[in-house]
């Protein structure tokens, strides 16, 4: 399958032809914005399809599927279990990542906590920047979950649920060191500050997962991120998921 040009878009194509790539199938993969022919068996791991239905069922992602954005928070959080240091995840609305993650990593066993932050109603106003709400992103947009994502963890007792929005409720977070970050707010300002506040904790290796960094209309966030990298001499790895792994050195 070859996917056609608009017309509109034709003038655009013949000044630069590397920006209109036609694609052919079959496609291994093609939702959530990513078509690859590529190999994509993690898809088929066990361990990770139960992971990932465990997440489906909290209601995070409505009728979307997002296997392999799901696949790379979980991939990150295997890699961080073995570290120093403790769990954090900024934007959690109904906890979809973070129930994958937890039976991925089976972490009722590990000797950590996971720090759960979000206002569990949406965006707070005062933290969205004029700019970014020409781009569409606005308040609110998420109903209320937060007795919903109580009652998901409440079986796991080395998880803390903080409900307030970000980054009021950071100094919440009692953890001397921290080995795995996921940052997921929609907006720069509250995310900018979470990684400013966990950078000197996070230990040597550990992930920061930043689940909007590539995407259309997130272009303040990846602005903000790009001079956070660039001020800690690192580099963001972008990725066709559209989210972005920073590793501490």
């Not at 199938?25 to 190999?39: E, I, M, R, S, V």
């Not at 959690?92 to 720090?115: M, S």
């Not at 966030?221 to 580099?235: E, N, P, T």
Request: aromatic share 14%.
């Amino acid at each position: 399958m070859f996917f056609k040009i608009p017309l509109r878009r034709l003038p655009e194509v013949l000044r630069n032809p590397s920006l209109y790539i036609s694609a052919q199938g079959p496609f291994t993969y093609n939702q959530d914005g990513l078509a690859t022919k590529h190999n994509c068996d993690f898809m088929y791991d066990p361990l990770f399809i139960e992971s990932y239905k465990l997440g489906k069922e909290t209601g995070s992602w409505g009728d979307l599927d997002i296997h392999w954005r799901a696949y790379i928070v979980c991939w990150a959080a295997n890699k961080a279990k073995s570290l120093d240091g403790d769990f954090v995840e900024c934007g959690v609305y109904k906890g979809g990542y973070a129930r994958a993650i937890v039976h991925y990593v089976n972490f009722k066993t590990l000797n950590k906590k996971f720090f759960l932050l979000d206002t569990f109603c949406g965006l707070s106003e005062e933290y969205i920047s004029e700019e970014e709400k020409k781009c569409g992103i606005m308040p609110g947009g998420y109903e209320e979950c937060y007795e919903s994502v109580k009652k998901t963890f409440r079986d796991f007792n080395n998880i803390e649920i903080i409900k307030g929005t970000v980054p009021d409720t950071l100094f919440y977070v009692k953890a001397e060191k921290v080995c795995f970050l996921s940052l997921d707010m929609n907006c720069a300002m509250p995310e900018v500050a979470a990684v400013e506040f966990f950078w000197d904790k996070l230990v040597s290796g550990g992930v920061i997962v930043l689940d909007d960094y590539g995407w259309k209309g997130h272009d303040v966030q990846k602005h903000a991120f790009d001079l956070f990298s660039s001020r800690k001499g690192v580099q963001i790895l972008s990725l066709p998921t559209g989210q972005g792994l920073i590793f501490k050195p």
